[in-house]
Each structure stands twice: as C-alpha cells, then as structure tokens.
C-alpha cells in the first residue's frame, strides 16, 4: 500500500546537475529517516545520505559538497540535489524510506523502484 516513486534521472555530462525527487504515497502514518542510495553496475548499492525526520542529514564522504539531501514532510517528498556531477556517480539512485502506516503499528522499510542516472566524460 505504500510505495516510493523516484524521478530525475537523466543523462548529463560531467560538472552538470541534476535533482531527483521521491514521493511516498499510500497509506502513511509517519515517516521516519528517508535515505538515497545508488548502485553502479557491477558494484554493490551503496548509501549515498540520510535525512531524519527532524532534518539531520549526513551524507557519504564521496558526494560530500555535492550532493545535498532534503525533505518536504509535508509532501512525504525526498531530495537529492546533485551538483558536479562526476562520471563515476553513475548509477541507479535508489529512495528508501522507515515508515509507519498506522498509530500502534511498527516501523518497516520501503524501496523505490529506482531511477537512472548516467554522467557523461
């Protein structure tokens, strides 16, 4: 019933940027700490940053002065914005979410299906 939809992913070349966006829809109590990861091909999915409920952010150390991670609780809605961008941030970038669907009920952990992001040299 809960699902996470990424989008803005698109091909760029290098020093572009991009902002991908991931809305959580469905039946949604609260939500707690929202993260972005990405996989490259061949390479394992790594976490990229984390935001908190409350706005505490951290991010990997690769995407550092990048990359920022933000969140409009009101739209249930995660960001990434991407500043940069470096041929090696290929990828798929993927929005996962900690969220509980009723009051009484316990946390559990949603994927978004994913979005393609390519940089060019």
């Known amino acids: 019933q809960v699902q996470l939809v990424e989008s803005g992913g698109a091909l760029v070349q290098a020093g572009g940027s991009l902002r991908l966006s991931c809305a959580a829809s469905?039946?949604?109590?609260?939500?707690?700490?929202m993260e972005w990861h990405r996989q490259a091909p061949g390479k394992q999915r790594e976490l990229v940053a984390t935001i908190s409920s409350g706005g505490w952010t951290t991010h990997a150390d690769s995407v550092k002065g990048r990359f920022t991670i933000s969140r409009d609780n009101a739209k249930n809605t995660v960001y990434l914005q991407m500043s940069s961008l470096k041929p090696e941030d290929t990828a798929v970038y993927y929005c996962?979410?900690?969220?509980?669907?009723?009051?009484?009920?316990?946390?559990?952990?949603?994927w978004g299906q994913g979005t393609q992001v390519t940089v060019s040299s």
């Open positions: 469905g039946s949604i109590f609260s939500i707690d700490d």
């Open positions: 996962y979410a900690i969220i509980k669907v009723a009051a009484g009920m316990g946390w559990s952990a949603y």
